[in-house]
């Protein structure tokens, strides 16, 4: 004969729900049955009974005089909870002892919460309330019964006070340090432990629902924004000392406080495996925040989590990527962290740059663990581990591509998930281009793009400036090659090229650097430094490190238009001003030698740069005012092929005008303007007819753009268009 079954108690308003922490179910059983015990009051106290069913709820009446009655019927309550058959078969059921305090409480149970804390009855009960809120969706109607507020479906301070039979014990929830507060298992309506003030008796008291969740099922899996960090065997990091000596303290250490251990690294580094490593020596777990970052702009949810990892005793981890969405939030990323300033739990933070603490207490942190950079070598072979098959016939431009895109593991993942995906073999074009989409470059205003319009054989120089030039193009190309297969990275730190082009305005320099681009195929960025530098000191410091430091991860070209805003001042120390303007160009110099792509500083005034200065780059190209056989060049380049200019006298005008080719190239383009006549073809195949006189008159207006004098005698015989254009 099977044994009839036991029927367990019912815990909540909902039939047979019950949780697995019989302490839990015990409390919830409470406050179920002091809400029944309630209900029964307000129909006694309104002098009726339910008109249709027993399971009716009262209706609601004036607050008012509601409140007013609380005191006038003070005693008769109690007594009507002795009295009354429903009443106190409730008020007997109360006296029910709790399960036994001999059990094992399991971590992160109700019952390990109530021993952990040293909890009192006032304090389990009022969270056994909001978790019966979150457990048994029939709590608010009541709730709001008992409140006599229908907007009020959520427990309160009134409400534990109305419910408890002693109310003055309410008053030590009122402190803001409870521990229920503190350790993120109560929230006060939309305030966090560090901002509510104190007692507001109609302010919701919630538990979080991952807390709620943990608290009922205790041996239930992390919510699924949670993952546990696990790392591929064989990436396992080599740790640094910093590393080690960290692990050591947070052994050692007692964990009664928040602790932020930093694990600083460039964008797409692997920050959760020197996570995975320390947690290893620590013999902790730790889990991953993989939901989408916008849910920790709740600040809310970010302590619940917090107080989550309190429970199951685990770490916490958020990557760089969780970070930077933070970061956009006006608040900052450390806002949401020190929401969990009262939680005694290790968070490590994944961030790019020491500069993301500014704002977090020193005595929070531990030492900032650096990742370092992923070595040339190494990111060979993981580009071919992750390309696989696909790897194959690609030697060549995976070495290239190692030097030429400094890429973490995040990256190298994420290029070759999509490269894998490829029909047929990918080539270098494809290669190439996978690894430039990754590239982002984001600092405002201080740089822009360059589209290179030039070609090689536009750029007219002397015999030595071209050599030089193609010396500097050979040198670039090389970089792979001389640094690793010669041995020469460690000694130059990898370093790219570095550059001064020098020469007055017009002469090619910006040309020059187009080519460049063109040439050795990078990416140009031009950065105008009367944009960079600012009055403030340290400022200009800042904005030529947020630079340098996007940039540095692949090969680029910076071109540094109007060096002269910087080293236009004095290099001669005779104040403060001056020894910071040189400080400033200390710190430019520096990263330009330290930079590993290509560095380019444009500037009209080479004469006011410390020969100091000079010595720290690695190509010094003048660009002179061109002569009369390359001025002639010029003119005949400069005109399209489309426009008949069998009318132009281009060596007199190489000979008579002394200008830069920028000016040559402004002055055809001047003349035609005023060159058009409407026609659609003209004679011959020729779209446009440029003639003597429009050039001499867009000459004239050159000159005086340049606030330069000009006299009629050097017009020769075209001098006559000059007067009659000043006559007309």
């Known amino acids: 004969m099977t044994p009839l079954a036991i029927e367990k108690p019912p815990v909540t308003f909902t039939p047979h729900l019950h949780a697995d922490d019989a302490y839990a179910n015990y409390w919830m059983r409470q406050v179920t049955i002091r809400l029944r015990r309630e209900i029964c009051w307000r129909w006694y106290e309104r002098g009726v009974l339910p008109d249709a069913s027993p399971a009716t709820l009262p209706p609601f009446s004036d607050k008012v005089s509601a409140i007013l009655d609380m005191s006038r019927f003070w005693e008769e309550k109690n007594t009507f909870f002795q009295t009354d058959p429903t009443a106190r078969y409730l008020t007997e059921q109360l006296t029910i002892n709790p399960p036994s305090e001999n059990q094992d409480s399991i971590q992160g149970s109700f019952r390990w919460v109530v021993d952990r804390l040293k909890l009192d009855g006032i304090s389990s009960f009022a969270l056994a309330l909001g978790l019966s809120t979150i457990f048994d969706n029939a709590v608010g109607s009541i709730i709001s019964a008992c409140l006599n507020s229908p907007a009020c479906v959520h427990p309160n301070l009134a409400l534990v006070q109305k419910l408890w039979d002693h109310p003055e014990c309410v008053f030590v929830l009122a402190d803001p340090a409870h521990t229920l507060f503190r350790y993120g298992l ?176 020193g005595d929070l942190l531990l030492p900032i663990v650096e990742i370092p950079q992923f070595p040339y070598y190494e990111r060979i072979d993981y580009w071919k581990k992750m ?131 063109n040439k050795l195929d990078l990416p140009m960025y031009r950065i105008d430094l009367s944009q960079v530098v600012n009055k403030y000191i340290g400022e200009t410091e800042k904005n030529l490190k947020r630079l340098f430091d996007a940039a540095d991860v692949s090969d680029t070209i910076l071109f540094f238009d109007e060096a002269d805003a910087l080293f236009g001042r004095r290099t001669e120390v005779k104040d403060a001003h001056d020894r910071y303007a040189n400080l400033e160009i200390s710190y430019l110099l520096e990263r330009m030698e330290r930079f590993k792509g290509l560095a380019i500083l444009a500037t009209n005034r080479k004469k006011d740069i410390d020969e100091a200065f000079l010595r720290r780059l690695r190509y010094i190209l003048d660009f002179p005012l061109p002569d009369v056989e390359h001025r002639e060049k010029i003119w005949l380049q400069v005109i399209p092929k489309t426009i008949d200019s069998s009318k132009i006298d281009f060596r007199f005008l190489a000979k008579q005008f002394q200008l830069a080719g920028g000016h040559i190239r402004s002055i055809v383009f001047n003349a035609c303007l005023q060159s058009t006549n409407g026609l659609d073809v003209y004679k011959d195949g020729f779209k446009g007819h440029l003639t003597m006189e429009k050039i001499i008159i867009a000459v004239k207006r050159e000159y005086e753009k340049l606030n330069r004098a000009i006299s009629l005698e050097q017009f020769g015989q075209y001098a006559k268009i000059i007067e009659r254009m000043e006559h007309e």
Not at 398 to 414: D, L, V
Not at 454 to 461: G, K, N, T, V
Not at 471 to 498: C, F, P
């Open 186 to 361: 109560l929230q006060y309506g939309n305030q966090t432990p560090q901002s509510h003030g104190g007692m507001d008796w109609d302010t919701p008291i919630t538990v979080p629902s991952v807390v709620a969740h943990q608290l009922l099922f205790p041996g239930s899996a992390l919510p699924q924004a949670l993952m546990p960090v696990t790392v591929d065997e064989n990436n396992k990091p080599v740790l640094t000392d910093t590393a080690y000596l960290v692990a050591h303290r947070l052994c050692s250490e007692t964990n009664d406080k928040l602790r932020i251990v930093p694990i600083c690294g460039p964008k797409g580094s692997a920050p959760v495996e020197i996570v995975h490593a320390i947690t290893e020596i620590t013999k902790r777990d730790v889990g991953e925040f993989k939901g989408d970052p916008g849910l920790l702009k709740n600040i809310h949810y970010m302590n619940s989590l917090a107080a989550l990892c309190w429970l199951k005793n685990m770490d916490l981890f958020l990557n760089q990527h969780v970070l930077s969405a933070l970061s956009d939030n006006k608040q900052g990323f450390d806002t949401h962290v020190l929401s969990c300033l009262s939680m005694p739990i290790t968070v490590f933070l994944g961030i790019t740059g020491r500069d993301q603490l500014t704002h977090i207490p």
């Open 387 to 517: 390309l696989g098959a696909k790897a194959e016939g690609l030697d060549g431009i995976i070495m290239e591509c190692s030097r030429r895109f400094r890429y973490e593991k995040g990256t190298i993942n994420a290029i070759s998930d999509g490269l894998k995906g490829f029909f047929g073999p990918i080539s270098e074009k494809d290669f190439i281009g996978a690894c430039r989409a990754e590239l982002e470059w984001d600092v405002g205003e201080l740089a822009q793009k360059v589209i290179p319009r030039f070609e090689d054989e536009e750029l007219i120089l002397p015999h030595n400036q071209r050599l030089q030039f193609q010396e500097i193009i050979r040198a670039m190309k090389s970089l792979t090659q001389v640094h690793y297969d010669w041995g020469m990275s460690k000694v130059w730190n990898e370093s790219g090229i570095s550059l001064l082009f020098a020469g007055p305005p017009g002469t090619g320099k910006t040309m020059a650097a187009e080519i460049l681009a």
